[in-house]
């Protein structure tokens, strides 16, 4: 059965949910674009962001310091862990982010005509690299060393297959 229940913090239907690294914070987003922190106790933290539309996918960086949100627009904005907005870039066909392991990049999962895997770097929102794929990319696990430098990319794609890409070149 339910453990446990928050309540409070959304009006709508809860469309994304990460947890922080520190397991301190668990950060939610809703069908209406209003994002909130709360504490892994469940209680509301009174940070809330408000990005306009449909939060798609929501991350804290590894540092707990940050947090990005990527709406159904393909608004991708970048906030301070304390509240304050950072940066903010326009993408097409965004559907999900992950933060890179030392918090230095967003790898961001372009679907549509083109379809990509496009890592930005986090301080800026500026282009870094892409793997520009043939096929639709429905899911995506990115591996990394310490340095946050992409090894492999596991996409889940639209032809009943799973398929790997190798390190990014520098």
């Given at each position: 059965g339910i453990?446990?229940?928050?309540?409070?913090?959304h009006?709508?239907?809860v469309?994304?949910?990460?947890y922080s690294h520190?397991?301190?914070y668990?950060?939610?987003?809703?069908?209406?674009g209003?994002?909130?922190?709360?504490t892994?106790?469940?209680?509301?933290t009174e940070?809330?962001?408000?990005v306009?539309?449909?939060?798609?996918?929501c991350?804290?960086?590894?540092?707990?310091?940050?947090?990005?949100?990527?709406?159904?627009?393909?608004?991708?904005?970048t906030w301070?862990?304390?509240?304050?907005?950072?940066?903010?870039?326009?993408?097409?066909?965004a559907?999900?982010?992950?933060?890179?392991?030392?918090?230095?990049k967003i790898?961001?999962?372009e679907t549509?005509?083109?379809p990509?895997?496009?890592?930005?770097?986090?301080?800026?929102?500026?282009?870094?690299?892409?793997i520009?794929?043939?096929?639709?990319?429905?899911?995506?696990?990115?591996?990394e060393?310490q340095?946050?430098?992409?090894?492999?990319?596991?996409?889940?794609?639209?032809?009943?297959?799973i398929?790997?890409?190798?390190?990014?070149?520098?």
């Open positions: 453990e446990q229940s928050f309540d409070g913090g009006n709508s239907m469309s994304c949910i990460a520190s397991s301190n668990i950060l939610t987003g809703d069908v209406t209003r994002a909130v922190m709360w892994s106790l469940g209680e509301p940070k809330v962001w408000n306009g539309s449909h939060v798609e996918a991350e804290f960086d590894v540092n707990d310091e940050r947090v990005a949100l990527l709406s159904s627009d393909g608004a991708l904005s301070l862990f304390a509240g304050g907005a950072l940066n903010d870039i326009q993408l097409q066909g559907t999900d982010l992950k933060w890179s392991n030392d918090g230095d790898h961001v999962l549509g005509d083109s990509r895997i496009l890592t930005l770097t986090a301080s800026s929102l500026n282009e870094s690299t892409s520009y794929v043939a096929h639709q990319v429905l899911d995506l696990a990115i591996v060393n340095f946050g430098i992409r090894e492999k990319a596991f996409v889940a794609t639209d032809t009943s297959h398929a790997i890409y190798a390190a990014a070149q520098t």
